[in-house]
């Protein structure tokens, strides 16, 4: 017997047939055509013939298929497929398991005596127009949606059509008769039908002996899991949910647990109102003007599309219809048109949504005259029309507190509040992985994770949905550069993102990390000195280190506060540690980038009210993702007047560090004593910036030492005598003038000086003159 299809599409082809003629085998027990998942066919003028059982079939599982004027014999679609037909005969027509088929098509008898159409499982047939020869029909919407707009049928014909299980059908035609739950069962309502081919690995297997892939109905029975695709949920972020029930996909979305909560309640009242109408009884007067609030990705804009066509379920407005619009679509530039184009706009959305996303772009602080004019027309046609639109308001939830001030009435008029939590870096990745599904890419749902998580964990940048589209499409450029340059591609290639692609949006293998860890602490070991900075650096990564296993152990976990007093003395190294720092905390995966936002007290202190926060938030937002290193942060908390702004700058600060303390570090430098009135001026710092390290003087022979290292990139001397002299220079000075490092700089400036004028008056020339002479080191020490 035959132990193939026909025709088979394997997951992720994609198939185009035109003018062909596809015949049964003999004694074929597999499907005739069978298109595997995620597979993308088109079938123009294809012929299925039909063999005297009528048996020939055409399976479509989590697959996509277009077809004109084609003959398809028995077409069954299932889990989440697509059919689109146009011009076509069928023998019969099965949805199920979330599938949709849509289009027109021609019923012909089957000789099995079959339904001619069942849609079941939360699937939906919906097609525009239904020729048939036919003078009896049966069909069937069992828990899902069967809808013919149009069914031609002979005179005297009659159709029948069964909804159980809470499906719903609406076929126009002549002699229709429904039979509702609790009709007689009928055998024929499921088809029993054999699988796809088996696999040549299955093949094999049954080669020696194990048990082959059993036939079977792929709508009746459970899948397999398929390791390329997320075990339950769909690939667009919800959980599968019947297509006629919005509710339920607000309810299937990822995250937004607040949300849902609030849109059930919202939902039940709007219900509870339209079932006291029906019942002839007062309604309580309902507002369903909404705020959606919120940061950018987090799903406003698919909430408010669902919630119209929820409210229309409910009969509480006359069509689902979401008009979306922004500021560009109400406000002109011209007086007295924005409160006609604002009208204009409301006109269309009249009896469904009208969805102003950004809302709070209305107000602006000056020459607001237009925007005025918008939304006092707004409010008009809101107590005008309060039951012919419903008007929802989306932006960040500071930001929308100004434009709700822009009228006195619009506060009142929009009750509703519904608030959209950002997404954990968890759910993150879940949005992620059912996109990169719905695009028909393949990739490791774990090694995805695991990337996704730490990357969006530690991100400046927390657009949630938009960031992660983002990565997504970064990732898929990646596997381009990947592919196109690989002189032997093949067709997996074209699906499947490699661990190598993950590794490199990642910034690198952890192996290279870990590399560049160990050279980063190498090179704060070459550093002078500093012996006590060192041991708690390298306490520091083996802290990050600890707590970054707990993170992947406990993801429900946040990360520790960072933030860190750097103390000591003038030139002792705190800002080249910083630099390091921020470079081993970005490689261990605390930072999103190994930047270091150096600032001061004029970096941050304002000269009016309110111009204080203003540079401070700068600050912050541009270190974002980084460090952000204030120098002599001490002096915030010095009043030079009585109306000194600096303490302001500081509660913008603290407010900061703990709102964002995961995605950025601040270190606050300056002198010891000096910082600890700092950490002491207000009772939040010392909990917010939990880390302090004091960075001791260097010694005389260790200035020494230093000046020796910086002349030595250009210069050829003897280095005991620089060091020599430099130390002794350096110990002789009183203590006020011992600035460290930057003393050890100034010094070999000077004798840098005093060599050039040695080299003028001498007239040395070739390779002497890279050559320091021993009596200009005495001098610049005996200058001081």
Known sequence: ???????????????????????????????????????????????????????AHVDVDTAHLEARDSDLGWLCAANGSTVTLEDCEVRLLQAGRGSEITGDATFQPNSSGKRQAVASDGASIRLTRVDTPMEMLEMASLAAELRIDELITPPGASTSVVREQGGTAEVHGRSVEYLDEGAAPDPASSITRPAAAPSEEHAAAGAEGQQEPQSGDILADQEAPDPARPAGPSADGAEPAAQDDPLAEIKALTGLATVKEQIEGFTQMVRFNQIRARNGLRTSEMSMHSLFLGNPGTGKTTVARLLGKVLHQAGAISTDTVVEVGRKDLVSERIGTSARKTTDVLESARGGVLFIDEAYSLHQEKNNEFAQEAVDALIAYMENHRNDVVVIFAGYADRMQDFLRMNPGLQSRVPNRFDFEDYTPAEIAEIGYRDLLEGDYVVDPDRYTRTVTSLYARSADRSNGRWVRNLNESLVRQMVRRVMSAPDSTDEDLTHLRDEDLIAIGGGSSEAKERTVEELLAQLDQMVGLDPVKTW???????????????ELDGSSQRPSYHMVFSGNPGTGKTTVADIVARLLH???????????????????????????????????????????VDEAYQLTVEATPNDFGKLAVETLMTRLENDRDRFVAIFAGYTDRMEDFLAANPGLRSRIPLVIEFPDFTPQEVGRIVSMTLAARWQFDEELVEQVAAQTYEALPAPQRSNGRWARNFAERLEALHSDHVATHAITGDDVRRIDPEVIRAAGSRG
């Open 1 to 55: 017997r035959p132990t193939s299809n026909a025709v088979q599409a394997k997951p992720g082809s994609t198939l185009t047939l035109e003018d062909v003629l596809i015949e049964q085998a003999e004694g074929l027990e597999l499907p005739t055509v069978y298109l595997g998942k995620r597979s993308r066919a088109t079938f123009t003028d294809v012929r299925v013939q039909v063999a005297d059982e009528g048996k």
């Open 537 to 551: 650096v390298r306490s520091l990564v083996n802290r990050v280190s600890m707590d970054r296993q707990l993170l």
């Open 587 to 629: 490689n261990l995966g605390v930072l999103d980038q190994p930047l270091v936002k150096v600032v001061e007290r004029s970096s941050l202190v304002g000269r009016w009210i309110g111009h204080t926060e203003q540079l401070t938030t700068a600050a912050v937002d541009e270190a974002m993702g980084g460090v952000l290193f």
